[in-house]
Structures are given as structure tokens and as C-alpha cells.
């Protein structure tokens, strides 16, 4: 069956370091992959999605995610933290019957200062 | 301002109860979901509508329902066989003609369920 794994719970990082979120996902075709954010009490916001083509994403709020087909893996970055940064990441993938996504666990990402 | 509405914020059921969550959309959007969020579960899938007067099972349909009367509008009720709906709720919709795995989805602000 089709998952996504996050190995990361709960990951902390200093203000103005860099940072990477991890994402496995499990699926026989191409996927099609995304990485969505969420503060504390609200609804997802989508960062940035990957479908074809170039394998480095760029999204919004200055986050980038690599595909790299050879490893399963849809990691997240960022060159340098701000504390707005503080909030829940989801990945996700596109499930086999095009009608649905499936999200991994989350990892929360607390900045420190 | 286009977007997903979700009413209401907070709700409270008591035993056996019935209770329905709102989900409202104006972005033309043919297909909206229904999931259900849990601490350090991630997203679950309840219920999917990829058109009007049609809706599918998601992994976890037990002990909830849905309509799709209109296309604006995919109501989730959680009905008294939902024996932990302790949750928080959360409506998207996407767009285009083929749903799900392509479209990107759009999220609402999600209801928080309690059980009194």
C-alpha cells in the first residue's frame, strides 16, 4: 500500500540556521508529491508541489524540496529559519487512484532563539 | 476573497448525538474531502466528492455520512456510531476534472469536536 513516512516527530532549530524536513513515500509511478504547512489550530497551507519536470521545487515563504526518485524521498528546506517558521509540516502524496492524497504523520518544527 | 468557510469553530456533542460540520467553498472547485486530523496521526481520510450528487469512502468512513447536493457545499455528519469523534475536522476542495492525485487541495480552518 501507498505511505508516507516523516521520520521526524519534532525537530527544533536555532533562528537563522538552516533546516531540513524529511519524506519518504512509498509508490510504484511517478508521484506526485507536495508539502503542506499548518500553525497551531488552523487549516493546511500548501508550500509547494511537485508533479514533473525540474526535480528542485521552488514554494512560498522561501522553502525549496528536492525529488529524488532513486531514494523515495521529497525533502524539505530552508537556507535559513525564521521563527514565523514555527508550525507543523505535512507531506503528501498523490494516492494510485488519482482521487485522493496521503499524508504523512507531520513533523512539528519548533525555532529557538 | 475566494476560500473554503468551516462552521462551526468549535462544536460539542453529546452521547449519541448526532452532529454535522459545515463546509462551504466558492472556488468552483468540482471535488472536495472530508479528513479528520488526530495528534501525531497526520491527515485521514473520511469521505470524498468529485462531483455533485456522487461521493466515495475514504479509509475511515465508519461512523459518518455525507451529502453533496450542491457543488459549493459537502456537509459531514458524525453520527452516534463514531464512538471516539474527539477530533479536529478538516474540509479542502480542488479543482479541474480529474480529483485528488494531480490538483492541488485547498484547506478550510477546520472544526474542532468535543465530547461532553
Known amino acids: 500500500a501507498q505511505s508516507v513516512t516523516q521520520p521526524d516527530i519534532h525537530i527544533t532549530v536555532s533562528e537563522g540556521a538552516s533546516l531540513e524536513l524529511r519524506c519518504n513515500y512509498s509508490?510504484?509511478?511517478?508521484?506526485?508529491l507536495f508539502w503542506y504547512v499548518q500553525s497551531p489550530g488552523q487549516g493546511l497551507q500548501l508550500l509547494l508541489k511537485?508533479?514533473?519536470?525540474?526535480?528542485l521545487v521552488q514554494g512560498i515563504k522561501g522553502f525549496e524540496a528536492e525529488f529524488k526518485r532513486s531514494q523515495s524521498s521529497f525533502n524539505l528546506r530552508k537556507p535559513s529559519v525564521h521563527w514565523s517558521d514555527a508550525a507543523e509540516y505535512f507531506c503528501?502524496?498523490?494516492?494510485?487512484?488519482?482521487?485522493?492524497?496521503?499524508f504523512g504523520k507531520g513533523t512539528t518544527l519548533s525555532v529557538s532563539s | 476573497d475566494g476560500g473554503i468557510t468551516q462552521s462551526p469553530k468549535y462544536l460539542f456533542r453529546k452521547e449519541g448525538q448526532n452532529v454535522t460540520l459545515s463546509c462551504e467553498q466558492n472556488?468552483?472547485?468540482?471535488?472536495m474531502y472530508w479528513y479528520r486530523q488526530d495528534p501525531g496521526q497526520g491527515l485521514r481520510l473520511i469521505y470524498y466528492?468529485?462531483?455533485?450528487?456522487?461521493?466515495q469512502k475514504g479509509d475511515i468512513a465508519e461512523g459518518y455520512s455525507v451529502s453533496r447536493e450542491k457543488k459549493e457545499s459537502f456537509p459531514l455528519t458524525v453520527t452516534s456510531a463514531q464512538k471516539n469523534p474527539t477530533a479536529f475536522y478538516l474540509c479542502?476542495?480542488?479543482?479541474?476534472?480529474?480529483?485528488?492525485?494531480?490538483?492541488?487541495?485547498?484547506f478550510g480552518p477546520g472544526t474542532r469536536l468535543l465530547v461532553l
Open positions: 472556488l468552483n472547485h468540482d471535488a
Open positions: 503528501a502524496v498523490g494516492n494510485q487512484a488519482g482521487t485522493a492524497l496521503i
Open positions: 509508490y510504484g509511478a511517478t508521484p506526485y
Open positions: 511537485y508533479f514533473s519536470g525540474d526535480t
Open positions: 479542502a476542495s480542488s479543482g479541474g476534472g480529474l480529483a485528488g492525485a494531480q490538483e492541488t487541495q485547498y
Open positions: 466528492s468529485q462531483i455533485v450528487n456522487d461521493f
